[in-house]
């Protein structure tokens, strides 16, 4: 049998971005269109198989709305991974994951994992696959969905050396891959 271990994984991010959905898409590979904000956090866990050993998550999933933040060092003190998660159709909440990539930097394991992710891309889908058409901008002007470039966010993951996906827990696409990426990223041992 491959080796196995455990690896502690926190999300983080402004209220609504998608992170129980990410958690829900991950561990049973389902969506709900009307998913009712986490209280406090909840707790899952998943597996994921790599080629020579098997990581298991065991996933903090925290609550975004402003009067759950004072929770969040309990849940992301020790972990060695982390997700921060912000919405490509809200602008704000870049800004918000910024703050919370910060906070993990200041505070968190020395090595922790993180990955900063925009989710929600199948909101922009039918705007990005219209190459070749005449358009006002680059698709984050106001009058398109999308508020955060692909270029934006991956600019801000690259300066701090940190992992980047853009993700639809709606449609599934590259839920996998960053888990994965992730897991790959834990050193072994
Ligand atoms: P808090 O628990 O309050 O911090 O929110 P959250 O970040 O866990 O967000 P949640 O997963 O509850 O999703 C908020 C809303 O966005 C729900 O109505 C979801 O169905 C919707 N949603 C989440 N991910 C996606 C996505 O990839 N695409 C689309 N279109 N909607 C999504
Ligand atoms: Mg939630």
Same mark, same amino acid.
């Given at each position: 049998? +491959?080796?196995?271990?455990?690896?502690?994984?926190?999300? @983080?991010?402004?209220?609504?971005?998608?992170?129980?959905?990410?958690?829900?898409?991950?561990?049973?590979?389902?969506?709900?269109?009307?998913?009712?904000?986490?209280?406090? /956090?909840?707790?899952?866990?998943?597996?994921?198989?790599?080629?020579?050993?098997?990581? +298991?998550? $065991?996933?903090?999933?925290?609550?975004?709305?402003?009067?759950?933040?004072?929770? %969040?060092?309990?849940?992301?003190?020790?972990?060695?991974? %982390? @997700?921060?998660?912000y919405d490509i159709t809200k602008a704000s909440s870049l800004v918000?994951a910024?703050?919370? &990539?910060?906070? @993990?930097?200041?505070? /968190?394991?020395?090595?922790? &994992?993180?990955?900063v992710?925009g989710n929600k891309v199948?909101?922009a889908?039918?705007?990005?696959?219209? $190459?070749?058409? &005449?358009?006002?901008?680059?698709g984050e002007?106001?009058?398109s969905?999308r508020k955060v470039s692909t270029k934006e966010g991956k600019a801000f993951? $690259?300066?701090?050396?940190?992992?980047?996906?853009e993700?639809?827990?709606?449609?599934? +696409?590259? &839920?996998? $891959?960053?888990?994965?990426?992730? %897991?790959? /990223?834990?050193?072994?041992?």
């Amino acid at each position: 049998p +491959k080796p196995s271990s455990s690896v502690k994984l926190v999300l @983080l991010g402004e209220a609504a971005v998608g992170k129980s959905s990410l958690v829900l898409r991950f561990v049973n590979d389902a969506f709900e269109p009307n998913k009712e904000p986490t209280i406090g /956090a909840a707790f899952l866990t998943q597996k994921c198989a790599l080629p020579t050993r098997t990581i +298991k998550f $065991e996933i903090w999933d925290t609550a975004g709305q402003e009067r759950f933040a004072s929770l %969040a060092p309990m849940y992301y003190r020790n972990a060695q991974s %982390a @997700l921060v998660v912000y919405d490509i159709t809200k602008a704000s909440s870049l800004v918000k994951a910024k703050h919370w &990539v910060a906070e @993990l930097q200041r505070q /968190a394991s020395p090595g922790i &994992v993180i990955a900063v992710v925009g989710n929600k891309v199948d909101l922009a889908e039918e705007e990005d696959g219209a $190459e070749g058409e &005449v358009t006002e901008g680059e698709g984050e002007d106001e009058g398109s969905v999308r508020k955060v470039s692909t270029k934006e966010g991956k600019a801000f993951a $690259e300066e701090e050396g940190l992992l980047f996906f853009e993700t639809s827990a709606k449609s599934g +696409k590259n &839920v996998n $891959e960053v888990f994965t990426a992730i %897991a790959n /990223a834990i050193p072994e041992g």
